[in-house]
């Protein structure tokens, strides 16, 4: 539906830029990733979720390294 369009792309598009910036490691990708989350609501806070991600789950994300 039309009333929820939005909403969807902004989740789809976190979506696809989160699997890429995992596959590629990159952390600016990561961090657009987050600003594109409609649940975050400012560059600060995706600072921190997305330092904190990535130090609980260094043993996953090995292209991060």
């Known amino acids: 539906p039309l009333s929820i369009k939005g909403l969807v ?3 789809d ?3 696809q830029l989160t699997i890429e910036a995992a596959l590629e490691g990159n952390k600016n990708k990561a961090l657009l ?3 594109a989350n409609p649940l975050v609501h ?3 806070q995706a ?7 990535l130090d609980k789950n260094q043993k996953y994300l ?3 390294q």
């Open 9 to 11: 792309q902004k989740v």
């Open 13 to 15: 598009t976190y979506e």
């Open 33 to 35: 990733a987050l600003m």
């Open 42 to 44: 400012n560059i600060s």
């Open 47 to 53: 600072e921190n979720i997305l330092e904190e991600i």
């Open 62 to 64: 090995i292209n991060f």
